[in-house]
């Protein structure tokens, strides 16, 4: 809705992820290298991680664009599957049709598949997102098609991609015999506050605009760097929700004020950015926190509704731009309008929920102490003793 008016031909802040406009910063350079060194010499396990929004499916993207072309790739995005499950998945995504559904049938149809590309000089690589979810059946499933060799080489590559958690889970002295086979491991750290600024500009760049400077100044990208905490995906969406704003003011460029406009209208972008995207540490005491304070978890779900209500409110907005721009603005004021009132009803209720959370929680703390008093104050009664043969 507001491409003609910033002299874009594109959206540059979608959060559907797009090659098209990877800014391949320092971090995310150094990522792709470890990925493509790792496939170039036949590693057979490569793990990457990074936060939520962080970039690692674009890059992916980016990287199977340019994986030679005798590799076969088959993409798991479902993880909360069984062994057996897991093993159905992958015949289905390699076009296989095993004899039966058994785990033995499945895993000889791999095997005999991944021999007959190896024959073939051709290699397959398995790579599973939201890898942190995986049961240990599932892993364990993995660990074992790992094993499958050929003339000292591996049949299959595998790319574990994933959240922080995997981490922190690879780590567990369960996972040692999966962490040693892991040869490349890369992990994405938020992007500092130049890169931030570059981010925008490329991205802004990249949908046609000659000028990204003007629209984004400097002091508006140090705050939007603050605010996202340096992952991509905050940053789009908090960028988004400028323009949109900026647009509907009837403004050239994005200011200070806009910025805090959307956040004082969706305070969680602000909340989550403002915390280290890798760690979300529950305080000891729940009464510690600010009262505006939500849960990342809870957070992650209000930022997605907002999203998408956002996108339903672009989609009708774009049929209202020939009816004028007079006519476009305020039919927009009013939407977001509606639109700030129904995040906050939104945000009320996630407190709400929130609080009777906390209530329940001591209660159940009231009930446990009740107990233990009434087990400490009813001494325990006393032992009868049996003489077999009669008092002595």
């Known amino acids: 809705m507001y ?29 792709l290298a470890h990925l493509e060194y790792a496939l170039v010499h036949q ?15 674009t890059l992916l993207k980016h990287l199977f664009a340019k994986v030679p072309q005798d590799l076969d790739v088959a993409l798991i995005f479902n993880t909360h599957l069984d062994g057996t499950a897991f093993l159905d998945m992958l015949c289905r995504e390699f076009g296989l049709e095993p004899a039966s559904d058994k785990k033995s049938d499945l895993f000889q149809a791999l095997y005999h ?40 080489e591996f049949l299959i590559q595998i790319i574990l991609v994933g959240q922080p958690e995997m981490r922190r889970r690879l780590t567990h002295p369960s996972m040692a015999q999966l962490a040693q086979r892991i040869s490349v491991h890369y992990h994405l750290p938020p992007l500092s506050a130049d890169e931030v600024s570059r981010y925008v500009h490329h991205r802004l760049s990249v949908a046609g605009r000659s000028d990204p400077e003007a629209l984004f100044p400097d ?27 900026a647009y509907g003011e009837g403004r050239d460029q994005v200011s200070l004020e806009t910025v805090d406009q959307v956040l004082a209208d969706q305070p969680f972008l602000w909340d989550r950015g403002s915390d280290p995207p890798e760690a979300d540490p529950a305080p000891s005491d729940p009464e510690a926190r600010p009262a505006t304070t939500l849960d990342a978890p ?45 995040n906050r009803r939104l945000e009320s209720k996630i407190l709400r929920l ?4 906390m209530d329940l929680k001591k209660e159940v703390q009231k009930e446990k102490e009740k107990d233990a008093e009434k087990d400490v104050s009813d001494p325990p009664p006393r032992r009868r003793r049996i003489f077999p043969f009669g008092r002595p």
């Open 219 to 245: 002091s508006v990208l140090e705050r939007v760097a603050a605010v996202s905490g340096g992952v991509p995906r905050l940053i789009n969406s908090l960028c988004d929700a400028c323009l949109t704003y």
């Open 113 to 152: 598949h991944f021999l007959d590309r190896y024959a073939q000089g051709r290699r397959c690589l398995i790579v599973v997102d939201e890898a942190q979810n995986l049961p240990l059946e599932t892993l364990e499933e993995l660990r074992m098609l790992s094993n499958l060799e050929a003339d000292a």
């Open 298 to 342: 809870l957070d992650g779900r209000a930022l997605a509704e907002l999203a998408l209500r956002l996108e339903s409110v672009e989609r009708r907005l774009m049929a209202l731009e020939s009816q004028g721009a007079g006519e476009s603005v305020r039919l927009l004021q009013e939407m977001l309008t509606r639109e700030r009132e129904e």
């Open 354 to 357: 929130k609080y009777m959370v």
């Open 3 to 31: 491409l003609n008016h910033f002299k874009l031909s594109t959206r540059p802040f979608s959060l559907t992820p797009d090659p098209h406009f990877l800014y391949l910063s320092r971090v995310h350079d150094l990522a």
């Open 43 to 57: 590693a057979g396990f490569m793990a990457l991680t990074g936060a939520i929004g962080s970039g690692k499916t």
